[in-house]
């Protein structure tokens, strides 16, 4: 059975822009995505975000190259009013961040992925909010 996964933009970002030293567990986390172990989520606020920042650091023509990557193996997440009223009546603070984390819940989604660690203080028993090097070490 597949395990659902929302990918956070930071971790995307961390990867295609070559952000930070994880990329080896990105590489671990792509293989089991392509493998069919994870089915990896996104919403299209997401995508925004990523669209805006690759554009600035690689260019269109990378960036649609990038783009292409993302659309064949991630799927979209719908949310809309529904998860706004409830980002905004939680007690978390970072709102983005809470938005998504209730349309994850809604979807029933096993897991965030993220390197953002605001993100992972929302961190819970109904929807745990993990690294990739800790989702990855939770598997072995």
Do not use: W
């Amino acid at each position: 059975m597949e395990t659902k996964l929302f990918f956070d933009v930071n971790v995307l970002l961390d990867f295609f822009l070559q952000r930070k030293s994880n990329s080896e567990d990105f590489n671990q986390l792509y293989t089991l995505i392509d493998d069919g172990k994870i089915e990896a989520f996104i919403t299209l606020s997401t995508l925004q975000t990523c669209i805006y920042f690759l554009e600035q650091a690689k260019g269109r023509d990378v960036t649609i190259k990038i783009l292409e990557v993302i659309l064949d193996n991630f799927n979209f997440l719908e949310g809309g009013r529904k998860h706004v009223i409830q980002a905004m009546q939680s007690n978390k603070n970072d709102l983005e961040d809470a938005i998504h984390y209730f349309i994850c819940l809604d979807h029933e989604l096993d897991g965030i992925i993220t390197s953002d660690k605001n993100f992972l203080k929302l961190n819970s028993t109904v929807l745990p909010i993990l690294t990739p090097s800790q989702f990855l070490k939770k598997l072995s």
